[in-house]
């Protein structure tokens, strides 16, 4: 028996699957990658991580959702999937990264790595880079691991939330809504609070970075109407329009999170309520091109960091426009090869048992915090 109602509105009714969403995955850490990389076009690229916490938010919820509704949601089954989707990746890219810090840093900065590094096997990179903040800091190009605070982020979301829908026993839309916008107002001042107080508190940890994640569960859930076609052409074109103009015109100066990332998230939740259909956007969103740079989007994500601040290390200066360029084609050649044969066999290999999967995944946990 599911134990609540039928939240979902009208046209929200199945959870089926959106190539738009995977295009929108492809703006987003395309536009990490090329903030990263140093392309003056894209000087606000940083808020592609927010629009990946909007769509996690989203897709995360509708899942809980649907198998909440069914009466088949455990919470064993839904980490037994996220182990599935983030362990295989994450860890080969750390032992990489691993024997390539042992080779190319020098003994302070390959200490800093091996604290990152035992931080990482227990999802806890943001406080270690948040606890890290101050005058003795090291630069950014110096910390391989850096970009993995936000999958910190969603890691403790991820062991949060799913518990906190299903110990508080919701058994209505209108509950369900209440919990849901009673964390995004919470967490929106928090955040607004905290870039105000501490900038790297605002910036690293999970309280004043939930909202975004809430965002995307409100639009998964939300009694939102069904639009007519024009409706959905002028909300997909507003959504990416305060998307496009924060990569272009926000920068790494300005205060942020806060009310600053209203704008991209914003952008990425009106992308997603108006899309899924035959909106202009969304049929570009849904180019195979597109969709394909979404597939791999994580192994991207986890690939151009290390590539980059290794090779600045290793050439002891920065990179020709060049090599910028080779870096990104190594990155997407080490994206494509991590998606296709590490993610993607794991993720179906059903004859693998979770008893295995775990004993495994904390084999890993443990091994890569020992190397530490």
């Not at 190539?19 to 690229?45: E, K, N």
Request: hydrophobic share 55%.
């Amino acid at each position: 028996m599911a134990i609540f109602e039928d939240p979902r509105p009208p046209g929200h009714s199945a959870l089926r699957y959106r190539p738009d969403v995977d295009g929108l995955r492809a703006v987003a850490v395309l536009a990490v990658v090329f903030y990263h990389y140093g392309f003056w076009q894209v000087p606000g690229g940083f808020v592609g991580v927010d629009i990946f916490f909007v769509i996690s938010g989203f897709l995360i919820t509708g899942l809980i959702c649907n198998e909440m509704l069914e009466g088949r949601f455990t919470i064993r089954h839904f980490y037994e999937r996220r182990v599935r989707r983030i362990f295989p990746a994450l860890f080969a890219m750390l032992a990489v990264a691993s024997v390539a810090a042992w080779v190319l840093l020098f003994p302070v900065d390959f200490e800093a790595y091996a604290k990152s590094l035992i931080a990482t096997a227990f999802f806890a990179a943001n406080f270690e880079f948040w606890r890290e903040v101050g005058y003795f800091d090291l630069a950014a190009s110096f910390k391989p691991l850096l970009h993995l605070w936000s999958i910190a982020v969603e890691e403790q979301f991820y062991l949060l939330f799913p518990a906190l829908l299903f110990l508080t026993g919701t058994s209505s839309r209108r509950k369900l809504l209440m919990t849901i916008g009673a964390l995004f107002v919470l967490s929106l001042a928090c955040s607004i609070w905290e870039v105000g107080q501490s900038a790297a508190t605002a910036f690293y940890l999970l309280p004043s970075r939930m909202w975004e994640l809430m965002l995307g569960a409100l639009v998964s859930i939300a009694p939102l109407p069904a639009l007519p076609r024009w409706w959905r052409e002028a909300l997909s074109l507003a959504g990416a329009a305060l998307i496009g103009w924060t990569i272009w015109t926000y920068d790494r100066w300005m205060p942020f999170p806060g009310m600053a990332a209203m704008a991209p998230c914003l952008g990425a939740a009106l992308l997603i309520y108006a899309g899924g259909k035959d909106s202009a956007i969304s049929r570009a969103l849904s180019l195979k091109p597109v969709v394909f740079v979404g597939l791999i989007s994580y192994s991207l994500y986890l690939w151009h960091w290390p590539v980059l601040v290794f090779a600045q290390i290793a050439l002891n200066r920065a990179l020709h426009p060049w090599e910028i360029y080779a870096c990104i084609a190594l990155s997407f050649a080490l994206a494509v090869f991590s998606w296709r044969y590490i993610e993607t066999p794991i993720r179906r290999h059903r004859a693998l048992g979770w008893r295995p999967l775990f004993s495994g995944a904390a084999a890993a946990m443990a091994v890569t915090a020992l190397g530490g």
